[in-house]
């Protein structure tokens, strides 16, 4: 079975400053990945994701994430960020051929990012 | 036009009565799923319907009841609520089941927010 560590629960940043969520996984076969972004008091809704190919993956608003399989991670990057960033971002996984979790998404426990002026 | 719509958005409610929240979707999609937010952002399956039938039933107590009349809808109903069911309850749906686990992109209601006093 899978699990995702997000390592930072709140990352306070100051705006057009650069930010970096670290995310790591574990899980005995291939998997996909995924970063979710929840804007206060929305649903989640998907920032990117990694399938296969390139281990650089950009996706909306900006953001990129570098999957490194030897060392099992999966962290999401903006170099310049704006308020409108502020929210709770989630890392997720999606084992490949697990029968007990196939078809499921296994979410971290978010990071709080914090944009200020 | 919301694609993924769930109603009510807050419920407030004593320990012991019954509260549903309804689910739907106006993206054609296959696959419909409840999720649970808890205090800590912590997100959790509870149940999956494909095309009406149930895929996932996760760990929860049989209190909780989904129903799917059709494959645009999927409702929860909560029997006897108690103090720990107190969460952010999501909807999301996916175009269809395999593609959650090559594609992982789900979209996500607003969320429903349940209060049990």
């Known amino acids: 079975a899978q699990s995702v560590t997000q390592l930072d629960s709140q990352v306070p940043v100051f705006e057009e400053a650069p930010v970096e969520l670290r995310c790591n996984y574990s899980?005995?076969?291939?998997?996909?990945l995924f970063w979710y972004v929840q804007y206060p008091n929305q649903g989640l809704q998907l920032l990117l994701k990694?399938?296969?190919?390139?281990?650089l993956v950009k996706g909306i608003n900006g953001f990129e994430a570098e999957f490194n399989k030897s060392q099992t991670s999966f962290h999401l990057r903006k170099p310049s960020v704006h308020i409108s960033d502020t929210a709770e971002y989630f890392c997720?996984?999606?084992?490949?051929?697990?029968?007990?979790?196939?078809?499921?998404?296994?979410f971290g426990a978010g990071t709080q990012v914090v944009v200020t002026p | 036009d919301t694609a993924v719509s769930q109603t009510p958005k807050y419920l407030v409610t004593q320990m012991g009565n019954d509260k549903s929240i309804k689910c739907e979707q106006n993206?054609?999609?296959?696959?419909m799923y409840w999720y649970k937010q808890d205090s800590k952002k912590f997100l959790k399956i509870m149940f999956s319907?494909?095309?009406?039938?149930?895929?996932i039933n996760e760990t929860v107590p049989n209190r909780f009841s989904p129903k799917s009349p059709d494959k645009a809808h999927l409702n929860l109903h909560i029997n006897s609520l108690e103090l720990g069911d107190s969460a952010v309850y999501f909807c999301?749906?996916?175009?269809?089941?395999?593609?959650?686990?090559?594609?992982?992109?789900?979209?996500f209601g607003e969320g429903s927010r349940l209060t049990v006093l």
């Open positions: 999301a749906s996916s175009q269809e089941w395999a593609d959650l686990a090559n594609t992982g992109e789900l979209f």
């Open positions: 899980s005995s076969v291939s998997v996909y």
């Open positions: 990694y399938l296969s190919g390139s281990t």
């Open positions: 997720a996984v999606s084992d490949l051929l697990g029968a007990d979790s196939w078809g499921k998404l296994q």
């Open positions: 993206l054609g999609h296959d696959t």
């Open positions: 319907y494909n095309n009406k039938e149930l895929i």
